[in-house]
């Protein structure tokens, strides 16, 4: 179980030029909170160069300094209410005092180290500036010891994404939520009253209720908690609650900002990013909606340890879909069917969507469509079952439906249907029609899918 998210400072550590400062300042921005940088409060106050400290005083007395400041910046900004990111220095916590300061005072988020010949160039690029040099080899074993990971980021511009572990508590301190019930009973620590998160609504899971009702229930909610125009709300839950509150965000007061803290593995490697929001309608999925991409997008490979094995299978089906539209490397095949994917291979997959949202960010291009692979059949499957058939299970089913449509009509090599199947079986997934439903019921629901265009 999560810590209660009490402290609201966050410190960013990790190897030299792992990108604290620069992905410090952008998570600031997202959090709308102030960002600080230790070693240039070390240079301003010294007035040189951090390598002309080392140069003319030595490590030693540069250690020193950085102790100080280091105390004085996590004093004041932990007194504060509101949050705020502080970048350290690469070597900033080696000393014992010092990791013991910044785990009192606020949450160490260490980044993962990229690999040296990354941090090679980045040095390299800024020569003369960073006097450590590599150290990254020899502090490994200081740097996995840090147990809140920051693994990847994606800049989307109107979005953060990060992703890691032990990210929510650290990041959410202080917000006001909208969870999925059954999340909200499982996480008692990082969502109540005492955890320093407040509740402004819980949603019942299940497909069924993404209503519009559910929706103007949220509005309602919004209006009791006194959210205005400036406010964010930070959305806890899988891909129904995340649509959910970010179309209540997107309509309330013209727009408010928000944030998604997806829970499940299916909504941390699709519904999570891209901005699209929205509700079911009678007449079909998702026909109500907008785009309105959160400001912060937290992937917190914790949750998924309290996933049921069909859950995270769920999960795993739109991981495989990116891997067929992006590359099989995005997607460990030949791990057991129950293992849980790392924030690496989470964040690998991801990129797969990422750079697509990126190239259409609004569906304008026909780049996006490539996110819908086995989604139109899949969503007239979920819809006939009457939602009984997991989303996972559903895309499965469509992915190996359309590669047999495109292979009959010599789109697709020979043979691929199969391989597709088999992908989607090895984990568990069903690759058929359930019994009972055929073409001739699906088609009148296909033609009333979202992405239909004009009479096709």
């Known amino acids: 179980a999560f810590l209660p998210p009490q402290k609201r400072v966050v410190y960013l550590y990790g190897a030299p030029a792992s990108g604290k400062t620069t992905l410090g300042r952008r998570l600031a921005l997202a959090l709308d909170c102030d960002f ?26 540069f250690r020193e300094l950085e102790s100080k400041e280091l105390r004085l910046v996590g004093e004041y900004y932990s007194k504060k209410p509101t949050a705020t990111v502080i970048a350290l220095g690469g070597g900033t916590l080696l000393a014992a005092e010092n990791r013991a300061f910044c785990e009192e005072t606020g949450t160490v988020l260490c980044l993962d180290t990229p690999p040296v010949e990354e941090l090679e160039r980045r040095l390299g690029a800024a020569a003369g500036t960073r006097p450590l040099g590599d150290k990254a080899k020899e502090r490994a074993a200081h740097y996995a010891s840090f147990p809140n990971r920051l693994s990847a980021s994606f800049d989307l511009g109107e979005s953060l994404v990060v992703v890691g572990r032990g990210l929510a508590p650290a990041l959410l301190a202080g917000r006001r939520a909208v969870a999925d019930g059954t999340v909200a009973a499982l996480y008692p620590g990082l969502l109540g009253t005492a955890a320093g998160l407040g509740l ?12 519009i009702s559910t929706v103007a229930s949220l509005w309602s909610a919004f209006v009791r908690e006194g959210f205005g125009r400036r406010d964010t709300v930070v959305a806890v839950g899988g891909g129904v609650t995340g649509d959910l509150t970010g179309f209540a965000a997107a309509t309330f007061m013209r727009g408010i900002g928000w944030i998604n803290v997806p829970t499940t593995l299916l909504s941390m490697t699709d519904a999570s990013t891209g901005g699209k929001t929205g509700c079911d309608l009678a007449e079909g999925k998702n026909l109500a909606g907008a785009f309105h991409a959160p400001k912060l997008v937290v992937i917190d490979a914790d949750f998924l340890k309290t996933l049921p094995p069909d859950i995270l299978r769920a999960g795993k089906a739109e991981m495989i879909k990116h891997a067929l539209i992006g590359g099989r490397g995005t997607y460990p095949f030949g791990k057991a069917k129950d293992a849980i994917p790392s924030p690496a291979e989470i964040a690998a997959n991801l990129a797969v969507k990422v750079d697509i949202v990126r190239k259409d960010p609004f569906e304008r291009t026909g780049e996006r469509l490539k996110l819908n692979c086995g989604h139109t059949v899949g969503h007239a499957v979920e819809r006939l079952s009457d939602y009984a058939l997991s989303h996972g299970d559903a895309v499965a089913i469509g992915c190996v439906a359309e590669a047999r449509l495109a292979e009959e009509r010599g ?33 009148p629901v296909m033609r009333g899918d979202k992405k239909r265009a004009g009479s096709v």
Request: glycine share 10%; charged share 20%; aromatic share 6%.
């Open 36 to 61: 600080v940088d230790l070693d240039a409060v070390i240079v301003h106050n010294a007035g040189r160069p951090i390598a002309e400290i080392f140069g003319h005083e030595g490590e030693a007395h």
């Open 411 to 443: 789109l697709s090599p020979s043979g691929w249907s199969d391989e597709v199947a088999s992908a989607f079986a090895a984990e568990g997934l069903p690759t058929e029609l359930p019994s009972g439903m055929d073409w001739a019921k699906m088609t």
């Open 200 to 211: 402004v609504s819980t949603i019942p899971p299940g497909e069924s209720n993404k209503t």
